[in-house]
């Protein structure tokens, strides 16, 4: 727990380091995010034991985490190698003259503050540190509370590489003291988040002119068509429903479903749901308790009120403690908070449909947008809906989520704001400047 004079030096010393790491060549910072991967693999058992311990992920999933953001900084290494200046012809026909000749190139941003979540605390840490640095930034890291542990080892695994030390600098503390302190320090040049939509608001006001990238929550349905294959829908939709909890802003949340198969599908999704494994992340359960008590205690008013609003309960409304056991609801109408709030939580609803209007209407209604999957074998069918749906992206007979990590990942509405993606990382961090040539 950081006090703010100390945050405050520690931005400093940031911003005091940025006009050399800008002005070592691109390559030699490659080098050091690929000794950075190197390090990460070396301690991957360590650091994903205490991912598991420290935010109740599965330990084999905790591990594929940390193997995962070698990779992602391998590749954003080499992204960020080919990103190159342009040259630009003037044209005396659009205002200018042909005797112009412009240097576009790319400049970094300066001292990138970087906020991470509590639920991948290395890898989407990572996905903002490494665009960062590769692109000539300097990085302030504040990770979430809950996370601030493994985040530490993995800057730690850094700092084994040749990268100056004031390069990265990693700030700690309850996001309620020290947030706004943060976010509106002079010397913060952009901010890159990833959490709730109500902190994502809050910092997009208070950051003003500055660039914001914001990766906030998600309303994820899954729409299922009258000729879906109903076992390839079902499989996803537990998968992704249920993995790590329901704790992923890309988890399907609710099922929009044709009335005219919704039996069948309610069926064939109860029988997997029930096999899933559920306890601790030693044992590598599917479904572990959830980060907290409130966080429980959210999921349980939502199962509470769709039930006293006539929903019907498939199977689950078990907890103990933080641990709500997966729970599937079915005959879930809009009068519902679990409708529409995001449950972060093992809990789906099902929601039939009559009108296929109904798909779109109801998806569009939400005060998200981040993805949608459509379970079909008609592509022309899916593309049509595709098309009207308000969403960043939309899989076709495939789960909602995050990667491949060099994909753009787009939130529209209030799941987001800017666009992530390896690639796409590294050019919000950078601005363009011209350089004029009159020959």
């Known amino acids: 727990m950081m006090s703010q004079e100390e945050i405050h030096d520690k931005i400093n010393h940031a911003s ?50 940390v193997v995962r953001t070698a990779d992602l900084i391998r590749y954003t290494a080499e992204e960020g190698c080919r990103i190159h200046s342009e040259m630009l012809k003037g044209d005396s026909s659009r205002g200018g003259s042909s005797s112009k000749l412009a240097m576009v190139e790319q400049e970094p941003l300066g001292v990138v503050l970087a906020i991470s979540p509590f639920n991948y605390p290395v890898n989407l840490a990572a996905s903002k540190i490494a665009p960062a640095l590769i692109s000539g930034n300097v990085v302030v890291f504040k990770p979430a509370s809950q996370g601030a542990l493994s985040g530490q080892l993995m800057i730690e695994a850094l700092l084994e590489t040749n990268l100056p030390s004031d390069t990265i600098q990693f700030v700690s503390g309850k996001g309620s003291e020290i947030g706004d302190f943060l976010v509106t320090h002079p010397n913060i040049d952009m901010i890159t988040f990833t959490g709730s939509t109500e902190t994502g608001q809050d910092i997009s006001q208070k950051a003003k002119m500055i660039p ?27 998968s992704g429903t249920y993995s790590y909890s329901g704790q992923r802003c890309t988890a399907i949340k609710r099922v929009l479903v044709a009335d005219t198969i919704a039996n069948d599908l309610t069926e064939k999704i109860k029988r997997k749901v029930e096999d899933l494994s559920v306890g601790s992340p030693e044992e590598n359960a599917t479904v ?4 907290n008590n409130d966080a429980a205690d959210f999921v349980q008013h939502l199962i509470d009120d769709a039930l006293e609003k006539g929903a019907e309960l498939i199977t689950g409304n078990r907890r103990e403690d933080n641990l709500v056991y997966p729970t599937l609801l079915d005959h879930v109408n809009s009068d519902m908070d ?52 308000d969403v960043g992206s939309v899989q076709m007979n495939a789960k909602t989520e995050r990667g491949p990590d060099h994909f753009p990942f787009i939130g529209a509405k209030n799941s987001g704001l800017g666009s992530q993606g390896i690639r796409r990382s590294i050019e919000s961090m950078t601005r363009d400047k011209l350089f004029v040539l009159n020959l």
Do not use: C, M
């Open 16 to 65: 005091e380091a940025q006009q050399s790491w800008s002005e070592t060549e691109v390559y030699k910072r490659a080098d050091i995010l690929h000794e950075w991967a190197e390090q990460l693999v070396e301690r991957k058992d360590h650091i994903g034991e205490v991912i598991s311990k420290e935010v109740g992920k599965n330990l084999a999933s905790a591990v594929k985490e």
């Open 212 to 238: 914001v990238v914001l990766e906030l929550g998600g309303k994820d349905p899954a729409i299922v068509l009258e000729d879906a294959e109903l076992d390839l829908a079902a499989e996803h939709i537990v």
């Open 288 to 291: 572990t308790p959830l980060i």
């Open 338 to 389: 679990v409708a529409w709030d995001e449950p972060f939580g093992p809990v789906l609803p099902i929601i039939r449909i009559k009108e296929k209007e109904d798909f779109v209407s109801l998806s569009n209604q939400s005060e998200y947008g981040l993805q949608a999957s459509i379970f079909t074998k008609d592509v022309q069918k899916a593309r049509e809906i595709a098309t009207k749906l």
